[in-house]
């Protein structure tokens, strides 16, 4: 009776159409909620950024010389090299551990040679005076003692010759900062993140950042915290786990791609050949072919990054490291990533939302090609701005102009500005398409999802405006992850699984009201599981243990939405044979072959990439070694591209097949591109990046992570073998993916179907009552 009961109430209150504003309410205020929770918490808990006095009163290291060292370390785009609490870079050290080993080396043998004791009695008063915290609040300082006023010393002295090119830890260039106070106050900045690493929060027997990173030397070891919160994790994973597949057993029926498509039948080729675009359908196409371009700029800075690791080009006495360091070569590899990827979902989304309509809104097609004008702005403003920012060519405007220093949100605040002229003008776009349909249909139609998920990319960028150049390090942090990750693991996942369910409702393979409970569920997985599970990237980075505790359990059910679409895979997977009916004689072939094999990429990549390759490092007391390391560099590659590289390639050729003139098409061509991409990526993955994360975690369980991190390891056999042999998985995914498919699209600008507003033949008739029940 209690079951039926049960079964009665989760029907009524969250399957039932018209209360699932009931479910989203709470998941959205039980998320953000959190996320001012932490934001608040941040705030309070933040370690002080104080003056280091000696016990004679002497300052050693003012608050002002570390803020200016931060600026430093923001302006010259040092996040592209190496990284700060293990956020950034791999290129370069982990100057929190590196600082915080050197310290505790330098107190040692401070102590050791000074006080006339042994070297574990002089260890062991090291590591005891690196936990002190000996912070007064009242005058914001903090008492140093003897060996650690002689640390502060070392420190300086280390961090001048590494960017003058002397000693054993090297930046190449030689000289990129060449002011000898800019480099002093660039110590005094990484000494507090040592400082803070491993100084006592207060009322805690632990540092700031739980003890890490691990370094037996300076005495940091897994908090108990860690421990305990890993075990909830995996308790509360496998619990969540088994009430999910329990409703999935009782309602994937209803949720699932197995629902009949629409009565018109499948895209079939036919239907491909004979659509009729419309001008504003055929302005979008100029978003998939600047995509490509962009994809391959991208992957050029993928191998000029890739080339500062092995240092080729000396090879051929061209140092062009020189010309262009990895500072900015990085930065653009991930700039690029962004904009090529978000040009296709902007033409994708205006290209779907068009086909529904019954005639183009007055003065939108200028509108769209305005967008793409101030899409082109940000492209070229952002990328030179990284360049010449980075460069420190632009003065006191570097943030402004330039480089803002933050690993992912480099671009400028100018050019910060202008995306987000470009994200209003495309939600103006889709509410200005998605108003056409406004009163056909309830609340949940497709063209109102992807309104609404538009609308919190827009809101939610505003979280980037937040953090100033001075602003504390960790409370900054704090904003910068609050744009990556609602994007990518929160938002982002609610507008690509609608424009997916588009796609396959234009296929034929599911019905519209299937497709919209289809998002409705994925949403409520993905926002419950994303926006508290935003905590796992504030492990380390000095947050409180409150922060440590939300992340652990939800950012570890992160990875049961994607299990969901592993057991739904293969019902996705044989969604063609089902519509064409196994493809008896006479049944017409499937339109939308390639599109569909790059969405089954999707699929593999969601599980694969995102699932197993998150979920391995998503547990507190696994993340605490590994986090610096090359597996998180591993998951983001194969995620990333995986994912929604597949996607957003899904997109180009989906709506290219509707665009491009029939006798043009080349499938043959497209389904070596999904190969070549796709094995690439995968070799890429399997030969170098995983590999060499193992290697790295290794050595960090060996020695700390500032010895996996260090010059001698980035340029040791194993490392230097592997990231030769990840070549060819590149060579792979460059000559035989990317090439090919740039010139695909470069090549076919010519080769597009006429558009006329008053041409409305039988395949456009057929297309528009294929989504008619979706509004």
């Not at 359908?281 to 371009?293: I, V």
């Not at 990533?337 to 939302?353: E, K, N, Q």
């Not at 960090?700 to 060819?728: C, N």
């Amino acid at each position: 009776m209690s079951f039926r009961l049960l079964g009665n109430f989760w029907n009524r209150m969250v399957m039932d159409r018209r209360n699932w504003w009931l479910p989203l309410t709470v998941v959205l205020v039980v998320g953000m909620g959190s996320m001012i929770f932490v934001g608040t918490r941040t705030y309070q808990d933040a370690p002080p950024i104080p003056d280091f006095v000696s016990e004679s009163g002497e300052t050693l290291v003012s608050a002002a010389a570390i803020t200016r060292g931060q600026i430093v370390f923001l302006k010259y785009g040092l996040m592209n090299y190496g990284s700060m609490f293990g956020d950034g870079a791999g290129r370069g050290p982990d100057f929190t551990a590196d600082a915080l080993h050197v310290t505790a080396r330098a107190m040692r043998d401070h102590h050791a040679s000074r006080d006339g004791v042994d070297v574990a009695a002089a260890l062991a008063r090291a590591q005891a005076e690196i936990r002190e915290n000996r912070y007064t609040a009242t005058d914001n300082r903090v008492i140093l003692g003897e060996a650690q006023a002689y640390a502060v010393r070392e420190l300086e002295r280390r961090y001048l010759a590494m960017f003058r090119g002397e000693g054993t830890e090297v930046f190449h260039p030689a000289g990129y900062i060449g002011d000898a106070a800019e480099l002093r106050d660039l110590a005094a900045f990484f000494f507090w993140g040592g400082w803070v690493c491993g100084a006592a929060r207060p009322g805690q027997d632990y540092s700031y950042t739980h003890n890490w990173p691990y370094d037996e030397l300076a005495g940091n070891r897994p908090s108990a915290p860690i421990m305990m919160w890993s075990v909830a994790a995996a308790l509360g994973l496998i619990v969540a786990l088994g009430v999910v597949l329990f409703l999935h057993g009782r309602y994937g029926s209803l949720a699932g791609w197995r629902q009949a498509g629409d009565a018109t039948g499948p895209a079939c080729m036919a239907r491909m050949d004979a659509f009729q675009p419309t001008p504003l359908q055929s302005a979008t196409y100029k978003f998939f072919a600047a995509a490509a371009l962009l994809f391959l700029l991208q992957i050029i800075a993928g191998v000029l990054t890739l080339g500062d690791f092995l240092q080729f080009t000396r090879e051929m006495g061209i140092d062009l490291a020189g010309i262009l360091p990895i500072t900015i070569v990085r930065a653009w590899h991930l700039q690029l990533a962004l904009m090529w990827i978000s040009a296709c979902w902007v033409g994708a989304s205006v290209f779907v939302l068009s086909v529904a309509q019954r005639e183009t809104p007055k003065g939108l097609h200028r509108e769209v090609n305005l967008l793409f004008g101030m899409f082109v702005v940000w492209v070229v403003g952002t990328l030179v701005g990284i360049a010449v920012g980075s460069k420190g060519l632009l003065g006191e405007y570097w943030n402004l102009l330039g480089n803002q220093g933050w690993e992912f949100v480099e671009m400028g605040k100018l050019w910060q500005g202008v995306l987000f002229v470009v994200f209003a003008l495309w939600l103006r776009v889709v509410a200005r398409l998605a108003r056409a349909v406004w009163h056909e249909g309830d609340a949940w139609t497709l063209p109102k999802w992807l309104l609404y998920a538009v609308a919190s990319v827009l809101v939610l960028f505003i979280s980037g405006f937040v953090a100033r150049p001075e602003t504390n390090f960790v409370v900054a942090d704090f904003w910068r992850w609050a744009v990556i990750h609602m994007w990518v693991e929160a938002f982002f996942e609610v507008f690509t699984t609608a424009l997916l369910a588009y796609f396959m409702v234009l296929m034929g393979f599911v019905s519209p009201a299937a497709a919209s409970r289809i998002v409705y569920l994925a949403t409520l997985l993905f926002l419950g599981s994303g926006l508290l599970g935003i905590s796992h990237n504030f492990y380390w980075n000095a947050k409180p243990v409150a922060t440590l505790a939300i992340g652990s359990i939800f950012s570890t059910l992160q990875v049961v939405p994607l299990i969901l679409l592993t057991l739904e895979a293969w019902q996705f997977r044989n969604a063609p044979q089902r519509a064409l009916g196994g493809r008896a004689a006479g049944q017409p072939a499937f339109g939308q072959a390639e599109a569909f094999l790059f969405l089954i990429g999707v699929n593999f990549w969601n599980f694969f990439g995102a699932g197993v390759f998150g979920f391995i490092i998503n547990l507190p007391i696994v993340n605490y070694y590994e986090h610096g390391t090359y597996l998180t560099v591993n998951h983001g590659h194969a995620a990333l591209m995986g994912v929604y590289g597949n996607l957003a390639i899904a997109a180009i050729v989906f709506c290219s097949r509707y665009l491009i003139a029939a006798k043009r098409w080349d499938g043959r061509l497209l389904r070596q591109v999904f190969w070549a991409l796709n094995l690439g990526l995968l070799l890429m993955v399997v030969i170098d990046l995983f590999p060499v994360g193992i290697a790295q975690l290794n050595e960090v369980l060996a020695h700390g992570l500032w010895q996996a991190r260090s010059h001698a390891f980035i340029q040791g056999e194993l490392f230097q073998t592997l990231t030769w042999a990840r070549i060819i998985g590149g060579a792979v995914f460059l000559f035989g993916g990317v090439l090919p498919l740039v010139w695909f699209m470069v090549t076919r600008l010519a080769s597009l179907k006429p558009s006329d507003v008053s041409l409305r033949t039988n395949a456009m008739t057929d297309l528009t009552a294929a989504v008619a029940a979706v509004k």
